[in-house]
């Protein structure tokens, strides 16, 4: 059965219009609440639904939330809170699924919903594909009447527990005392408690990205953006820039320097630092993805561990940490998972990593990143109008194996369709970085001839 709603990260769309309608939301709202009523045998199963800060949230809250009253569920309705922080949340209140309503980093006219399970696990695909059959086919699942109906309340609190929880990753030996920060929110879900929970562990923290007002997320700051951070960094000289993304789960970072920091040198880093610090649980696997670049590969390598490259996304990072034992993963994108502390990317956890990192070395973050080398890489989006098997369109495959004959083994060539927009993304990478460019121009005048 192929998909028709969920992509690599949920339901994703302009808001308003198919599929990010309030219709779909409340249909969804009965589906996941009818499904888990069948899992837990609970006829009131609670559900944590959590949100960013745009305009459309308000609208797609309470459709959601109607779907689960609807259904005979138990809703609790935290507010803006970063997608981390659900997941942590369904997980601690034993609730029976979770639901985070955002477009993570796009703009503020698209939204989307993410779903959980009870231990705050991102759902299979295979779950999915049963919630899409429910949701586009509401007349099977048996209405609810009279006693049966649910209820819905606000619960401001959570955002506390969160900021607990994430705050008790970061190794209590050290402080944040002495250390300048500038903490951007993105105008998104982490631009209340991100500054809080640097501050609260010592860090003069200078926030910008910190007053939403539903049409500005993601608009010119946070991870997006993180040159603005930087700009910021070298004016107040900070010791580190952090910035999330609409909806806290990843981050960019700028180092002490002024510098945007590549996401795959940031994960060479934690790696070595989980290693050295016998953090690794025993397994020596840490899980990147197909777009992780060559030279973090051959780092690892050198320090005596591998990468597996799961499939874009970070569920997909953690279907394999939970599968192989590994405890550390991430995307060059900035999602990086910490296993023993958080079922999803986190932004702020993965901050706080960061500078206990930095405590254990005793070295500024632009002299650790030194150490690591990474591959020229050139990624171009090109916009489509479908998804055509790249392997269908022989002048794209011919374009394949002339970029592949040219890289002769030092490099390699990666095309797949986005799971959330009409794109396809064209990466080449290898040692030569003119080969590389030429390589993939004539990619994307393929792709753009047969596909755009």
Do not use: W
């Not at 980093?105 to 299979?124: A, E, Q």
């Not at 630092?273 to 990147?288: A, H, M, P, R, Y």
């Amino acid at each position: 059965m192929s998909r028709k709603l969920f992509g690599t990260d949920g339901i994703r769309g302009k808001a308003n219009v198919y599929p990010m309608t309030g219709e779909v939301a409340f249909s969804l709202g009965r589906a996941v609440t009818s499904f888990f009523q069948k899992q837990t045998r609970s006829k009131k199963p609670l559900i944590i639904i959590g949100k960013d800060t745009r305009l459309s949230c308000y609208m797609l809250e309470q459709a959601f939330s109607a779907g689960v009253c609807s259904q005979g569920g138990r809703a609790i309705l935290t507010g803006p809170l970063p997608t981390p922080g659900v997941a942590f949340v369904t997980q601690s209140m034993r609730a029976d699924a979770g639901v985070m309503i955002s477009a993570s980093h796009n703009s503020y006219d698209d939204n989307g919903i993410k779903l959980f399970d009870r231990t705050g696990h991102k759902l299979p695909d295979s779950i999915e594909l049963e919630l899409e059959k429910l949701t586009l086919n509401p007349d099977i699942i048996p209405k609810k009447l009279d006693d049966e109906l649910g209820n819905a309340k606000r619960l401001d609190e959570v955002v506390g527990r969160y900021i607990v929880q994430v705050k008790s990753a970061f190794k209590s030996d050290y402080t944040l005392e002495g250390m300048r920060l500038i903490v951007d929110g993105a105008n998104g879900a982490g631009y209340k408690v991100a500054p809080m929970a640097f501050q609260e562990l010592g860090a003069e923290v200078i926030a910008i990205g910190n007053q939403p007002n539903g049409t500005n997320i993601n608009l010119n700051v946070g991870a997006l953006h993180p040159e603005n951070c930087a700009t910021k960094v070298n004016l107040y000289r900070a010791d580190l820039g952090i910035c999330l993304d609409g909806d806290g789960d990843r981050l960019s970072l700028v180092d002490n320097k002024g510098k945007i920091v590549h996401g795959d040198k940031l994960i060479g880093v934690l790696a070595r630092f989980l290693k050295d610090t016998n953090n690794l649980s025993g397994c020596n696997e840490i899980v990147g993805t197909v777009m992780s670049n060559f030279g973090l590969e051959k780092y690892l390598s050198d320090i005596g561990l591998n990468l597996y490259r799961a499939k874009v996304g970070d569920r997909y990072i953690v279907e394999r940490m939970l599968k192989s034992g590994s405890v550390f993963g991430g995307e060059p994108s900035g999602h990086l998972i910490f296993k023993n502390y958080s079922t999803t990317g986190d932004g702020i956890l993965a901050g706080l990593k960061v500078i206990e990192c930095l405590k254990y070395y005793q070295k500024d973050l632009s002299e650790l990143l030194d150490e690591i080398e990474l591959y020229p890489q050139v990624l171009k989006n090109v916009k489509v109008k479908d998804k055509t098997p790249f392997e269908d369109i022989p002048e794209i495959e011919k374009a394949i194996g002339s970029a592949n004959s040219k890289l002769k083994g030092r490099g390699r060539v990666l095309l797949r369709y986005s799971g959330t927009e009409n794109l396809a993304r064209v990466m080449v990478e290898g040692d030569d970085i003119d080969i590389v460019n030429n390589c993939c121009d004539d990619l994307v005048e393929a792709v753009t001839k047969n596909l755009a």
